[in-house]
T-cell receptor
Framework: DTEVTQTPKHLVMGMTNKKSLKCEQH?????MYWYKQKAKKPPELMFV???????INESVPSRFSPECPNSSLLNLHLHALQPEDSALYLC????????????FGDGTRLSIL | AQSVTQPDIHITVSEGASLELRCNYS??????LFWYVQSPGQGLQLLLK??????LVQGIKGFEAEFKRSQSSFNLRKPSVHWSDAAEYFC???????????????FGKGTKLSVKP
């Protein structure tokens, strides 16, 4: 069992759809992250939130829109995605100290038709 | 430039045999070091971490890793591999001594472990 919960586990959407990925943690972590992982590759950082404020955006296209409504929730809003956006999207959280590891969810497997 | 190298893309070992996965890093200072494991269709699970002190660290599932500053290495070991250890293993480094979030973790490309019965 993971302490970071991601929903849905699988998502298939067309290029014109709008959908959202959700992530929830109740460990009191004040840093939350979105990663994109393609098959046989390491995770690539997309966004970082610290104290519910966006602190890092790794030049991600605007069709991905993150939101952190409170300290336990992290959303990733998707709109007009491209086939190359098909990937595993991982959420992680950590305490805001440099020696604290990140805890990952099991991810959402996203397929763009 | 900061980087993490896992020289072995794929390793196959027999069940019960010992295992060593290699990780080398290039960094301006001694970073924080992590090993994560990812089973198919799942997220990353932390196996162990090194920040300072004893250079031999123990992790979950019987894994250990040794930090060698002179070789800039942080190799993962297990004395006897079980079939359930088959997975992808990622070494990662994070910069030391910063007060914010860990957004800039650098991952190696991963080593896939297969276990023969």
């Amino acid at each position: 069992d993971t302490e970071v919960t991601q929903t849905p586990k699988h998502l298939v959407m067309g290029m014109t759809n709008k959908k959202s990925l959700k992530c929830e943690q109740h460990m009191g972590h004040r840093a939350m992250y979105w990663y994109k992982q393609k098959a046989k590759k390491p995770p690539e950082l997309m966004f970082v939130y610290s104290y519910e404020k966006l602190s890092i955006n790794e030049s991600v296209p605007s069709r991905f829109s993150p939101e952190c409504p409170n300290s336990s929730l992290l959303n990733l809003h998707l709109h007009a995605l491209q086939p190359e956006d098909s990937a595993l999207y991982l959420c992680a959280s950590s305490r805001l100290r440099s020696n604290q590891p990140q805890h990952f969810g099991d991810g959402t497997r996203l397929s763009i038709l | 430039a900061q980087s993490v190298t896992q020289p072995d893309i794929h390793i196959t070992v027999s069940e019960g045999a010992s295992l060593e996965l290699r990780c080398n890093y290039s960094y301006g200072a001694t970073p924080y070091l992590f090993w994560y494991v990812q089973s198919p269709g799942q997220g990353l699970q932390l196996l162990l971490k090194y920040f300072s002190g004893d250079t031999l660290v123990q992790g979950i599932k019987g894994f250990e890793a040794e930090f060698k500053r002179s070789q800039s290495s942080f190799n993962l070991r297990k004395p006897s591999v079980h079939w359930s250890d088959a997975a992808e293993y990622f070494c990662a480094v994070g910069p030391p001594n910063y007060g914010g979030s860990q957004g800039n973790l650098i991952f190696g490309k991963g080593t896939k472990l297969s276990v023969k019965p």
